[in-house]
């Protein structure tokens, strides 16, 4: 039906990608790095008296225990960015040499470029979600993208202006866990990328959401499921939204930005970098060192205003461009 990744990209403003990542290789370095964060954790926040049981349980029952202590921000410990705001110089997240070698996997990057071309930069608008069954999550948090359910949105939506306008932007979602409706997967509103940008609002987590959600109840929506080892790429227009985790189990993923190369990331000063070009001149962090220099310097620049990265809200003045004009 379709010739090539991007034909179908262009036509359904997404494209699953099945196969593309090694477990073994790709993905397992990454819940491994992730295991010993959670020890990290442990250590620092479990009582001396509970630290040695807490160590002996398993991922899952581990990181539930974590999260019924109330720590601050835990999820912060797990992301692959630094936070929006409150940033010190102490701020941490989740920056592993696995990260790194995620980011600049061939694989992957061979596939983005179906749709971007030769000249291809990391965009630092990515994140990584640890969802656990949603019964285990407070209330206050289920509607929190990172670890309860992320509301109605376009990934556009959480850019600057010059990135939401400007920049051609490629989301690339990767399952680290078997991704279906039970357990959370994402759900997408059919052909919506071919909306444009439309009006998004605050959430009640301070996150976007798009502006009169209740319309599209009358629209018709697409899961999208994905086995360990796909990927899927989104169109930044898509609107899309993830289901609550209703399973036993948890349900892990990232999601990398690539942008084409010159445009504005949408998220200045964080960092930016060439990972695909014709002139291998032009690809200067092949390290992890440099790519982490990278990071500390942008928290630099950050620190004397306390925050790393803001975007408008809503989208445009009026309601001309919110959903319920529109569709």
């Known amino acids: 039906m379709y010739k090539n990744i991007k034909q179908k ?20 370095p990454i819940l491994n790095d992730m295991a010993f964060i959670m020890n990290r954790l442990v250590h620092r926040f479990v009582s001396k008296k509970e630290k040695k049981k807490v160590l002996n349980l398993n991922f899952k029952k581990k990181y539930s225990y974590l999260v019924r202590l109330g720590i601050p921000e835990l999820d912060q410990y797990f992301n692959i960015r630094l936070p ?52 285990g999550v407070a209330k206050k948090n289920l509607h929190d993208g990172l670890v309860g359910r992320t509301p109605w ?32 997967c994402m759900l997408a509103v059919k052909n919506s990328h071919k909306l444009g940008l439309v009006n998004h609002d605050t959430g009640s987590k301070g996150q976007v959401e798009i502006k009169g959600i209740k319309s599209i109840d009358n629209l018709q929506t697409i899961p999208l499921e994905a086995d360990v080892g796909d990927i899927i790429l989104l169109n930044k227009y898509l609107i899309h939204c993830s ?28 960092p930016s970098f060439v990972v695909k070009s014709k002139n291998k001149k032009n690809i200067k962090v092949n390290t992890y060192k440099q790519w982490i220099t990278l990071w ?32």
């Open 9 to 28: 990209f262009d036509k359904n403003g997404f494209v699953r990608i099945k196969k593309v990542l090694d477990y073994k290789l790709d993905l397992e």
């Open 84 to 135: 929006q705001n409150n940033i010190t110089v102490d701020s941490d997240f989740f920056a592993s040499q696995s990260i790194f070698t995620l980011i600049k996997n061939k694989k992957i990057i061979e596939k983005v470029s179906k749709i971007l071309g030769t000249e291809i930069s990391s965009n630092p608008c990515q994140n990584s979600r640890i969802k656990q069954p949603e019964k």
């Open 153 to 184: 949105h376009q990934d556009a939506g959480v850019m600057n202006k010059k990135g939401q306008k400007g920049t051609e932007l490629v989301t690339c979602w990767i399952p680290f866990t078997k991704t279906r409706i039970e357990n959370g």
């Open 243 to 270: 289901l609550p985790n209703k399973s036993k189990n948890f349900r892990i993923s990232m999601d990398l930005r690539f942008n084409k190369s010159g445009q504005h990331s949408g998220r200045d000063p964080l």
């Open 296 to 327: 500390e310097k942008s928290k630099n620049k950050c620190l004397k205003r306390k925050w790393t990265y803001k975007y408008p809200l809503p989208t445009f003045k009026g309601s001309k461009r919110d959903i319920t004009n529109i569709i």
